[in-house]
């Protein structure tokens, strides 16, 4: 969070949390992920439910955008800070991928 204060970014979800409820960082961090947790049980609600009218093309493509979302953003921004892990995931996805 440091570091986007120095970039002059706005605050992120976990300090307005902080701010409104007047938690910590880390309990502001586990309260964010049972959010995302409770998010992803009404995506695969949704999706599972054989009366949907939306096509399932489109419903997996939602489903897969949200999964690159969380992994970017899962633990830190690697999309800011992509020298860390992503960089390194990318590759081996698209540059060193296994075939079986």
């Not at 586990?30 to 599972?48: A, F, G, S, T």
């Amino acid at each position: 969070m440091q570091t986007e204060h120095e970039r002059g970014d706005t605050a992120s979800g976990i300090e307005c949390y902080m701010n409104e409820f007047g938690v910590t960082k880390e309990e502001a961090q586990m309260e964010m992920r049972k959010v995302i947790e409770n998010c992803w049980k009404d995506i695969n609600q949704e999706y599972l439910k054989p009366t949907v009218v939306i096509p399932r093309a489109l419903l997996m493509a939602v489903i897969n955008l949200t999964r690159v979302a969380e992994f970017i953003y899962k633990d830190e921004d690697a999309y800011s800070f992509p020298k860390n892990k992503l960089k390194d995931i990318i590759s081996m996805v698209l540059i060193d991928p296994i075939i079986t």
